[in-house]
């Protein structure tokens, strides 16, 4: 299994970007992707999160401006940042989980390589 991310980028507070996670497996759609964020010095977060039957989680700090998307028809993920603000500003990586795969005893996940997002006029 392997994430390819993209976007990502310098944004000027108030600005919007989209971030993409492709998905290059020959197996069945993931259960979960996610994205988290680290920002320097801090633990990596979970962000936004969407299931199988497309049920979302948001972080309380990015509801009602980002959106979590999935297209598992091509296995690609997204997450459109929207009125960015200077704390969001990390490097967000992608995640998936299969939760019926299992190998060495867990469930199947991988991680992309990560986008660095500025958020900085």
């Known amino acids: 299994v392997q994430l390819v991310q993209s976007g990502g980028g310098l944004v000027q507070p108030g600005g919007s970007l989209r971030l993409s996670c492709q998905i290059s497996t020959g197996i069945f759609a993931p259960n979960t992707m996610a994205w988290y964020r680290q920002a320097p010095g801090k633990e990596r977060d979970l962000v936004a999160s969407?299931?199988?039957?497309?049920?979302?989680y948001y972080l309380d700090p990015v509801k009602g401006r980002f959106i979590v998307s999935r297209d598992n028809a091509n296995n690609w993920g997204y997450l459109q940042m929207n009125s960015l603000k200077p704390e969001d500003a990390a490097v967000y990586f992608c995640?998936?989980?299969?939760?019926?795969?299992?190998?060495?005893?867990?469930?199947?996940?991988?991680w992309g390589q990560g986008s660095a997002v500025t958020v900085s006029s």
């Open positions: 995640h998936v989980r299969w939760e019926t795969i299992i190998v060495d005893g867990r469930p199947l996940e991988a």
């Open positions: 969407i299931d199988s039957s497309d049920t979302t």
